[in-house]
Nanobody, 120 residues
Framework: QVQLVESGGGLVQAGESLRLSCAASGRTFSNSAMGWFRQAPGKDREFVAAIRRSASMTYYAGSVKGRFTISRDNAKNTLYLQMNSLKPEDTAVYYC?????????????WGQGTQVTVSS
């Protein structure tokens, strides 16, 4: 059974940092695309960042580019999201996602989410 478990969320003040982790189990995702999405109250889930098998191929939403960094440790089957210079508009539930292939637009597995709250 595949599981993605996020951790690292919390309450911070604007300008501070958080690092989210997503531990995968049940299969290896070393050859798959992985990504982070978020959903704020009353809004649709939106793309945040994605990473292909090669850690040098990363993609970001415009709203987080330059502040967030996605990375992966294939040996640990773990995905990360370093979030710096957080803003109140970054407040959302953050979800980890993994695909079955290197396609960054298709995700087959999702975590349960971790809450990130940024106060002004």
């Amino acid at each position: 059974q595949v599981q993605l478990v996020e951790s690292g969320g919390g309450l911070v003040q604007a300008g501070e940092s958080l690092r989210l982790s997503c531990a995968a189990s049940g299969r290896t995702f070393s050859n798959s695309a992985m990504g982070w999405f978020r959903q704020a109250p009353g809004k649709d889930r939106e793309f945040v960042a994605a990473i292909r098998r090669s850690a040098s191929m990363t993609y970001y939403a415009g709203s987080v580019k330059g502040r967030f960094t996605i990375s992966r440790d294939n040996a640990k089957n773990t995905l990360y999201l370093q979030m710096n210079s957080l803003k109140p508009e970054d407040t959302a539930v953050y979800y980890c996602a993994a695909g079955a292939t290197s396609d960054i637009y298709t995700y087959n597995y999702w975590g349960q989410g971790t809450q990130v709250t940024v106060s002004s």
